[in-house]
């Protein structure tokens, strides 16, 4: 986002009374016009992430003043972050006409985030290529290029895109995370905490980025007291986030620590009753303790939440074996089967068939 959209400069204007430099210095600050004023109180309450009090102020901007086209960009902005993104489109398209297309890169380049959030991935990437051939250097654009071939499982040419941004700019940790991501994807867990630890270097700050290098050191490395280190860190921060509860979790299940296990993962489900993982990781922390029913009823929780978490048709198939279920035990392998689940087809062929 560029920054003269989202500050405004303010300048004064010295005064002097005559020509001798002993003379006093009188400083007024300039008067700004009432929709600059009104428009700088929504970009305060836009920092402070009050969207909907944002909108009113930009919509109040734009109504004493229809061609102010900043509003209309950072309203589209507040609309974005609301989800909102149908009236998105519709604030960038003036304020693109207002712009002109040699000022609108970052309309752009949010039209194309929006159009991706609805689905519109050809739209999408049309926007992405045409800002490419102004400016094959857009460090946001290629970001959004590699996004986009993420989605569509392209993993080798977004790597190929991660370096370009990496090989310019001597390290760009949204890209070293992002390339993780797409290691991550392709089961290369050695080379994504690689990308993850560089990108963690370069923006230690960065809560996402911490996470994924928390996971991948555990993932990647066993390295349980460096995670669980990094994880606590997270969450003195942001004590709410259940992904943070959830991967603690998970690591303590396969540390064989069920109790403390069930307990990460309780904080978790509590945070976000949504949560389908964290369910499936309670329901496999039972299982181990040998709570044969208890797991089964998480692991419906986790297929209520997530109808196509494939995982956990897999593990509560094994737990209905547990309970001597067989045939439901069946039914859930096979739908496993179907969801492309980890180890499905082997145990439905050597349990079922």
Avoid at 5 to 15: D, S
Avoid at 165 to 181: D, F, K, L, S, V
Avoid at 221 to 244: M, V
Wanted: charged share 25%; aromatic share 12%.
């Amino acid at each position: 986002m560029r920054k003269s959209v989202l500050t405004l400069l303010l300048t004064t204007l010295m005064v002097t009374s005559g020509y001798s430099a002993s003379k006093a210095v009188v400083a007024s600050t300039i008067q700004l016009p009432e929709q600059e004023v009104v428009y700088n109180k929504g970009i305060e309450l836009l920092k402070k992430k009050e969207y909907d009090a944002a909108i009113i102020k930009f919509t109040a901007s734009i109504s004493i003043d229809s061609t102010f086209t900043k509003a209309y960009y950072n309203r589209a902005v507040a609309n974005f972050n609301l989800e909102k993104y149908t009236k998105t489109i519709s604030d960038l398209k003036v304020a693109i006409r207002q712009y002109g297309e040699a000022e609108s890169a970052d309309c752009y380049l949010l039209l194309s985030k929006a159009d991706y959030a609805l689905g519109n991935i050809t739209e999408s990437t049309e926007i992405i290529d045409k800002l490419l051939e102004q400016n094959p250097y857009n460090t946001k654009a290629l970001l959004d290029k590699g996004a986009i071939l993420q989605v569509t499982e392209q993993y080798d040419k977004a790597i190929e895109v991660y370096n370009s941004i990496i090989y310019r700019t001597g390290g760009n940790a949204p890209a070293y995370n992002e390339q993780g991501n797409c290691f991550y994807a392709i089961g290369d867990i050695e080379r994504a905490y690689e990308c993850y630890r560089k990108a963690h270097i370069a923006d230690p700050e960065n809560k996402k980025i911490t996470y994924n290098f928390a996971t991948a050191t555990w993932s990647a490395k066993k390295d349980s007291a460096t995670a669980f280190n990094l994880l606590n860190g997270l969450i003195k921060e942001e004590i709410d986030n259940a992904d943070y509860y959830n991967a603690k979790g998970y690591m303590y299940v396969q540390l064989g620590m069920t109790d403390d296990a069930i307990e990460n993962f309780n904080m978790a489900i509590a945070l976000n009753h949504s949560l389908a993982s964290a369910y499936n990781g309670k329901g496999t922390a039972l299982y181990l303790a040998k709570m044969y029913s208890d797991a089964l009823l998480e692991f419906n929780k986790s297929i209520d939440a997530n109808t196509n978490y494939g995982d956990a048709y897999v593990n509560r198939a094994i737990a209905k074996e547990a309970t001597g279920d067989y045939s439901g035990a069946c039914a859930d392998f096979k739908r496993g089967v179907e969801l492309g689940a980890k180890n499905a087809q082997l145990y439905y062929s050597k349990q079922c068939d």
